[in-house]
């Protein structure tokens, strides 16, 4: 991975730390999920006119990933009303990091350097100590733990689905904004039952916008690295968002800078340079 990559996988981090804390602190996290889904949708289809639409051959990893991802943004929103945030990003962060690095050599024969396998580990680590902190003095409950555990499974998937099928797109840009709006068509569906996607985004598309623009922007780089990059290590750097939403609730929302999160931000650098030449 180039100094370019790092770069991009590490803003891409930087903006889904924002969009899913955001989405996480408003009063109704489905509704502004599907509201931005929606928003980014809508933004995207004049974009499509410039950029065409992805070869053929991406189109069955375009519809693999469309059904993950709902599954996975259901799973999630389960395990924050059981969880909360603080725990189950990081969970769901390092399962989907330490799940990619064995799928990513099964499925495209991709290996890690030691160097660049010591790095996942790491960054997986980090996660670890930030979900251990959180978790410390409260009860877990299995279904808690079971709805994380499906988020995280469901988060690999469609991981490799989006790094198999941009590589066949012959566009990351026309790839993702078509996965945009397929993944925002199957929100929509999912949330029939509360009312219209119109009604939940005209209610919510104040707040909703910019994290639609966050996220879009936060994709497009990510798909632009695995087009070309190896997929763990820049998976790994992009899930360093954990660690950068802790920064946001100590810097932003004055919570405390613990030394168990201080470890977990050291530990989360120090892996940085181990992907960047591992």
Not at 38 to 51: D, H, I, K, N, Q
Not at 77 to 93: I, T
Not at 130 to 136: T, Y
Not at 250 to 259: C, H, N, Q, S
């Amino acid at each position: 991975m180039d100094l370019t990559d790092v770069s991009l996988a590490l803003l891409s981090a930087v903006l889904h730390a924002g969009w899913n804390a955001a989405v996480k602190a408003s009063r109704s996290p489905a509704h502004v999920m599907t509201a931005q889904m929606v928003l980014g949708a809508v933004l995207v289809v004049p974009a499509l006119f410039f950029s065409g639409l992805p070869n053929l051959a991406s189109f069955g990893w375009i519809a693999a990933s469309t059904v993950m991802n709902v599954l996975t943004v259901s799973a999630l929103l389960r395990a924050y009303e059981l969880g909360g945030f603080g725990l189950v990003y990081p969970v769901v962060r390092s399962l989907a990091v330490l799940m990619v690095v064995p799928l990513a050599a099964l499925v495209t024969g991709e290996r890690l350097a030691t160097a660049g396998l010591l790095g996942v580990l790491v960054i997986s680590l980090a996660l670890v100590v930030l979900a251990w902190d959180a978790a410390r003095g409260k009860g877990i409950t299995r279904a808690a733990m079971g709805w994380t555990a499906a988020a995280g499974v469901g988060t690999a998937a469609y991981i490799m689905c989006d790094a198999q099928g941009v590589r066949l797109s012959g566009s990351p840009w026309a790839y993702g904004f078509v996965v945009s709006i397929t993944n925002a068509a199957a929100m929509a569906w999912r949330q029939r039952r509360v009312g219209p996607p119109w009604a939940q985004v005209t209610a919510h598309w104040a707040f909703a916008l910019p994290i639609a623009l966050a996220a879009m922007g936060s994709y497009l780089m990510i798909l632009w690295v695995w087009s070309h990059a190896p997929i763990a290590p820049a998976a790994a750097l992009r899930d360093t968002s954990a660690i950068f939403a802790v920064l946001i609730a100590v810097f932003w929302l004055k919570e405390p800078f613990t030394r168990t999160r201080i470890a977990a931000v050291l530990l989360a650098a120090a892996a940085i340079p181990l992907l960047r030449f591992g």
